[in-house]
């Protein structure tokens, strides 16, 4: 575990926030282009790819980072969202009266077309890939793809790493990312990675999802404990493991979320249990948006990134 005071952020703000946004991207970079070299290595015996992490990791950008690695190294690569596989409406079971639906579920993927397409795949047939319209829950045409030989598919969901969904066989190389890396801040607490993760969440969900920030909040224990049902007791399971922690995001979150916790913690009944961020946005010196990269992986939840999400 890697620890960063918030002492140490702020001067290096101070000094030049231009060399320590440019310094903490290239350490990402460099972590995404390493792990590519290690699939590269081992593409003809595992031509599969599987991407997991809990909500607001950053799977999708790091996915994207991977596959443009492997692409420039020679060796094609397809990335598929596991999410496209999600049951439509009238598939999903139905619920006892007063049960809630489980959004984090296996359950709601299509674990027997997602398989099948998975051993197609690395057999080098067709298929078509779906595509989910998840406004009205529903399935809708994608596309069709078939994997050329030396070519790699990226399956990328929170499920790629339960064997249940995805599969036992060994013909995958297995990606766990997460943020890994604390910040300790002046009382002396460590921002926990969830907190980083719930910031991400907070400003995605109202950019992207017409979520406000209290629905966020609201859905918390609900993402919190399908990562502990579904997704952490398969983590072990990965070879490969990346943190997407970079050091001056949370400065950069400042600048989104100030307004929005002062107005919570008045308004937002449980809002003390959250109190963390609140203190890390009182310690560290601000980030302006306009300073960070289009490439940047902040992007993915900020807004304005050179990727299609």
Avoid: W
């Avoid at 002492?7 to 460099?30: L, P, R, T």
């Avoid at 069709?144 to 598919?153: A, D, S, V, Y």
């Avoid at 979520?211 to 072990?236: C, F």
């Avoid at 989104?256 to 109190?275: E, M, P, V």
């Amino acid at each position: 575990m890697k620890i960063i005071h918030f002492s140490e952020i702020n001067k290096q703000i101070e000094n030049g926030e231009g060399e320590f946004i440019a310094a903490c991207d290239a350490e990402y970079e460099n972590s995404c282009k390493h792990a590519a070299e290690k699939i590269a290595k081992m593409r003809h015996e595992r031509p599969l790819i599987l991407l997991s992490g809990p909500s607001g990791s950053g799977k999708t950008t790091t996915a994207l980072k991977i596959e443009a690695y492997l692409d420039n190294m020679g060796v094609e690569t397809h990335t598929i969202s596991m999410d496209d596989y999600f049951l439509p409406k009238e598939k999903m079971p139905e619920l006892a009266d007063g049960e809630k639906v489980d959004y984090e579920s296996p359950y709601r993927i299509d674990i027997d077309l997602l398989q099948e397409h998975m051993h197609r795949l690395a057999r080098y047939e067709e298929v078509d890939i779906p595509a989910f319209d998840f406004p009205n829950q529903q399935r809708v045409q994608g596309k069709k793809l078939r994997r050329k030989r030396g070519e790699m598919i990226l399956f990328e969901g929170i499920h790629a790493l339960n064997p249940e969904v995805t599969g036992y066989e060994d013909i995958s190389n297995r990606l766990y990312v997460s943020v890994r890396t604390r910040i300790q801040l002046a009382n002396g607490e460590l921002l926990h990675p969830q907190m980083i993760r719930l910031m991400r969440r907070i400003i995605r969900d109202r950019n992207f999802r017409n979520r406000t920030p209290a629905e966020t909040l609201d859905m918390y224990d609900s993402v919190q404990q399908g990562e502990n049902l579904y997704i952490a007791p398969y983590k072990h399971l990965a070879n490969l493991e990346l943190d997407t922690f970079l050091g001056y995001e949370a400065s950069v979150y400042k600048n989104y979320l100030a307004g929005d916790i002062d107005s919570l913690k008045y308004s937002y009944d449980s809002f003390l249990r959250f109190s963390p961020m609140e203190n890390a946005i009182k310690d560290l010196d601000s980030v302006k948006a306009e300073e960070i990269s289009e490439s940047s992986m902040v992007r993915e939840f900020i807004g304005g990134s050179k990727y299609e999400y």
